[in-house]
T-cell receptor, first 116, second 111 residues
Framework: KAGVTQTPRYLIKTRGQQVTLSCSPI?????VSWYQQTPGQGLQFLFE???????NKGNFPGRFSGRQFSNSRSEMNVSTLELGDSALYLC???????????????FGNGTRLTVT | DAKTTQPPSMDCAEGRAANLPCNHS???????VYWYRQIHSQGPQYIIH???NNETNEMASLIITEDRKSSTLILPHATLRDTAVYYC????????????FGKGTLLTVNP
C-alpha cells in the first residue's frame, strides 16, 4: 500500500506570495491533517479534514487554509507568506473508522518551504 | 492530553537493545500511548501504540507498567538506521488526528 504522498518536496517562495501544497492520503483513509514543524516550535497541528469538511483547526492565522476533495486528497494554502512561515509542512492521514478509532496517524515526508 | 516526559538523548551500541523510557504519570484510563520516530528531514514514522497490555510488532515492543504511569519502547537489535528522534505521545483514541509532540528523545546508535 502506498504511503502518504506530499508534493512538492521542496519549495522556495518570496515574502508576500502565496503557496499551495498537496497531499494524497493512504488509499481508504478519509481523515487528513496538516502539521507545521519548525526548529523553535516543533510539530504543531494546523487543521484536519474529513469528508471534505474541516473538523478541527489549530491556533494559526487565517492566512493558513486548506481543503479536501471527494477523493480525500487535500491541499493546504498559505497566503501572504512571511519569513516565519519557513518550515516543514507535514500531512498525515488515518482511517478514522469507528471500528478502528484508535488507528494511528501516518505521515508523509513533508514539503520543505523556504520563504525569502 | 496527558503530558509525557522523555530523556533528551540516549546512546546505544549497534546490535544491542535500545530501551527508551517515557513517563506519563497523569494518563487517563482511556488514553493510548503512541510512539513515533523521526529521522532527519523525513516525516514522523508510526512505530507502535498500546492501551494497557504490552504490544509487539515487527519494529518494536512496547512495555506499559501496570499502573500505566510509564512505558518503555524496546528496539531489540538497534541498527545505525534507528538513529532518530523518538516521540512518546499520549492521546485519547477517538479522533486522534491531533497529536501533541514534545521534544522527544534523540537516540544515537553507535557502531
Amino acid at each position: 500500500k502506498a504511503g502518504v504522498t506530499q508534493t512538492p518536496r521542496y519549495l522556495i517562495k518570496t515574502r508576500g506570495q502565496q503557496v499551495t501544497l498537496s497531499c494524497s492520503p493512504i488509499s481508504g483513509h478519509r481523515s487528513v491533517s496538516w502539521y507545521q514543524q519548525t526548529p523553535g516550535q516543533g510539530l504543531q497541528f494546523l487543521f484536519e479534514y474529513f469528508s471534505e469538511t474541516q473538523r478541527n483547526k489549530g491556533n494559526f492565522p487565517g492566512r493558513f487554509s486548506g481543503r479536501q476533495f471527494s477523493n480525500s486528497r487535500s491541499e493546504m494554502n498559505v497566503s501572504t507568506l512571511e519569513l516565519g512561515d519557513s518550515a516543514l509542512y507535514l500531512c498525515a492521514s488515518s482511517s478514522d473508522r469507528t471500528s478502528s478509532y484508535n488507528s494511528p496517524l501516518h505521515f508523509g515526508n513533508g514539503t520543505r518551504l523556504t520563504v525569502t | 492530553d496527558a503530558k509525557t516526559t522523555q530523556p533528551p538523548s540516549m546512546d546505544c551500541a549497534e546490535g544491542r537493545a535500545a530501551n527508551l523510557p517515557c513517563n506519563h504519570s497523569t494518563i487517563s484510563g482511556n488514553e493510548y500511548v503512541y510512539w513515533y520516530r523521526q529521522i532527519h528531514s523525513q516525516g514522523p514514522q508510526y512505530i507502535i501504540h498500546g492501551l494497557k497490555n504490552n504490544e509487539t510488532n515487527e519494529m518494536a515492543s512496547l512495555i506499559i507498567t501496570e499502573d500505566r504511569k510509564s512505558s518503555t519502547l524496546i528496539l531489540p537489535h538497534a541498527t545505525l538506521r534507528d538513529t532518530a528522534v523518538y516521540y512518546c505521545i499520549v492521546r485519547v483514541g477517538i479522533s486522534n488526528y491531533k497529536l501533541t509532540f514534545g521534544k522527544g528523545t534523540l537516540l544515537t546508535v553507535n557502531p
